[in-house]
């Protein structure tokens, strides 16, 4: 089982979204958190050291959680997905963009 923690900034769209999308994969435990304080569920110290893989959808939340947490951050393999946020909740397209660019960072070899 990997554990993945998908980022953005409050929570409230894109990383909720791909939390629901790959929830449902049996190789996969996954968390969203954002990084204002304003978040939904804001990270933590915790989430990071949880996570095997962090995928932030902008480069400013992979420069926050480096910022934020130098140490826990150094051992976490982070990608940055490029997602802007022009996207709600469950929207078909982020859900397109989601699965296009998160299947080929899973080091397990398959379909998510």
């Not at 953005?8 to 769209?13: A, F, I, L």
């Not at 929830?23 to 989430?47: E, I, M, N, W, Y």
């Not at 996570?51 to 150094?74: F, I, N, S, T, W």
Request: aromatic share 8%.
């Amino acid at each position: 089982m990997m554990n993945v923690l998908f980022i953005c900034s409050k929570n409230r769209w894109r990383s909720p979204t791909a939390e629901e999308v790959f929830k449902s994969d049996p190789r996969l435990d996954v968390r969203s958190r954002g990084v204002r304080r304003s978040a939904r569920r804001t990270v933590t110290s915790s989430d990071i050291k949880w996570a095997d893989l962090v995928m932030v959808m902008e480069p400013k939340h992979k420069q926050r959680l480096l910022a934020d947490y130098p140490g826990e951050m150094r051992y976490t393999e982070t990608h940055v997905l490029d997602i802007p946020d022009e996207y709600l909740y469950m929207d078909p397209e982020l859900i397109e963009i989601l699965t296009a660019t998160v299947r080929p960072l899973l080091r397990h070899g398959g379909d998510a």
